[in-house]
């Protein structure tokens, strides 16, 4: 169950980390989403949120259901892969449009862009891919739940890891 769970959102943890991979070393699209704009005094969203990570997350999201696709004969898993592409796209514009979100609500509380705010960073773009990649077809409330929990988890350890592989700046 955990490891099914896994399987299918991989694409949207994909989706997530990729941004933060190639930061600094593409410049191309390094405009921010809310394009530097605030609201009531504060950015909208913050300069962390930019139209290379929508690129970049979408793209590494349609990379991993395309590889899943080809793997279908290999895994006998319950998604039909065919629509790699639709799927692909749900699950990484759903990951970057849920991360945005929280992002626009951690401004609203204050939060500067870059800071934690556990627990929502861990489970803000599976929630977003969730809900998009339903419009296409609904996993089920038991993966939905399991999916849930393993972000938050496997987030934090990520993270942790890329802090003290100097990654990152921040531990959380
Ligand atoms: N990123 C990006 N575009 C996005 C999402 C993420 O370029 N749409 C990159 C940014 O360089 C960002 C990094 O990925 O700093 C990590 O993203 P995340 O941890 O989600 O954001 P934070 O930097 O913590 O910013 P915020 O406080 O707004 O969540
Ligand atoms: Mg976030």
Same mark, same amino acid.
Do not use: C
């Given at each position: 169950?955990?490891?099914?769970?896994?399987?299918?959102?991989?694409?949207?943890?994909?989706?997530?980390?990729?941004?933060? *991979?190639?930061? %600094?070393? +593409?410049?191309?699209?390094?405009?921010?989403?809310? $394009?530097?704009?605030?609201?009531?005094? &504060? @950015?909208?969203?913050?300069?962390?949120?930019?139209?290379?990570?929508?690129?970049?997350?979408?793209?590494?999201?349609?990379?991993?259901?395309?590889?899943?696709?080809?793997?279908?004969?290999?895994?006998?898993?319950?998604?039909?892969?065919?629509?790699?592409?639709?799927?692909?796209?749900? *699950?990484?514009? %759903?990951? +970057?449009?849920?991360?945005?979100?929280?992002?626009? $609500?951690?401004?609203?509380?204050?939060? &500067? @862009?870059?800071?934690?705010?556990?627990?929502?960073?861990?489970?803000?773009?599976?929630?977003?891919?969730?809900?998009?990649?339903?419009?296409?077809?609904?996993?089920?409330?038991?993966?939905?739940?399991?999916?849930?929990?393993?972000?938050?988890?496997?987030?934090?350890?990520?993270?942790? *890891?890329?802090?003290?592989?100097?990654?990152?700046?921040?531990?959380?």
């Amino acid at each position: 169950m955990i490891l099914e769970a896994f399987y299918l959102f991989i694409p949207a943890f994909l989706a997530n980390m990729a941004p933060v *991979l190639v930061r %600094g070393r +593409i410049r191309m699209l390094d405009i921010p989403l809310d $394009f530097g704009k605030n609201f009531l005094g &504060k @950015p909208i969203l913050g300069n962390n949120k930019t139209f290379r990570g929508l690129a970049i997350g979408i793209s590494a999201a349609m990379g991993a259901t395309y590889l899943q696709y080809l793997m279908m004969p290999y895994i006998d898993g319950l998604v039909d892969y065919s629509s790699w592409g639709v799927i692909g796209f749900l *699950l990484g514009l %759903g990951a +970057i449009v849920g991360d945005a979100l929280e992002s626009f $609500f951690k401004r609203r509380v204050g939060i &500067k @862009p870059g800071r934690p705010w556990v627990p929502f960073d861990q489970i803000d773009f599976i929630i977003g891919a969730l809900i998009f990649v339903s419009l296409y077809s609904f996993p089920g409330w038991d993966i939905a739940i399991t999916v849930i929990l393993l972000s938050f988890f496997l987030h934090i350890l990520v993270n942790h *890891l890329a802090y003290y592989m100097g990654i990152r700046k921040e531990r959380w």
